[in-house]
Every structure is written in structure tokens, then in C-alpha cells.
């Protein structure tokens, strides 16, 4: 068995979609997985989701408010 990973524009994912759920179920499994960022995203949100090292980093607080001061 072989793997095929698509990125597939809104436009035509109806279509493809149609395509793949007419092969045999037997022969072909199917599984979609959900990308909600787009491809010209620069927001740090995505950078960080997106990231290859996102389960090497890890992001903790010690306290819910920062009380520290500021220096600039």
C-alpha cells in the first residue's frame, strides 16, 4: 500500500473528494485531515503551529498574571 498526501485549494476539494470516494473501499483508505491556516499566513499563531519543532517546545508559566517590570 502507498501513501499520497494532497494540499488541496477550497476551489476544487469538492471535486477531488468525489473523485477518491469513487474508488473501491477495499482498496483505497481515506482519511482527511483538517488544515484551517492558509498559505500566505504570517501571524505567529500559524508560525508556531506549522512549526516542525512544535512538540520540541514547550510554552509554561509559573504564575496566570506577569507582575515583572518592563525595562526598555
Do not use: A, C, W
Not at 498526501?5 to 483505497?28: A, G, N, Y
Not at 500559524?46 to 517590570?69: A, D, H, M, V
Amino acid at each position: 500500500m502507498h501513501t499520497v498526501r494532497l494540499d488541496i485549494k477550497d476551489s476544487v476539494f469538492d471535486k477531488v473528494m468525489f473523485l477518491l470516494k469513487s474508488l473501491p473501499k477495499s482498496e483505497v483508505k481515506l482519511r482527511v485531515e483538517q488544515n484551517v491556516t492558509t498559505e500566505n499566513s504570517d501571524d505567529i499563531v500559524s508560525f508556531f503551529q506549522n512549526s516542525p519543532l512544535k512538540n520540541e517546545i514547550k510554552l509554561e508559566r509559573s504564575k496566570e498574571q506577569y507582575t515583572g517590570r518592563v525595562e526598555f
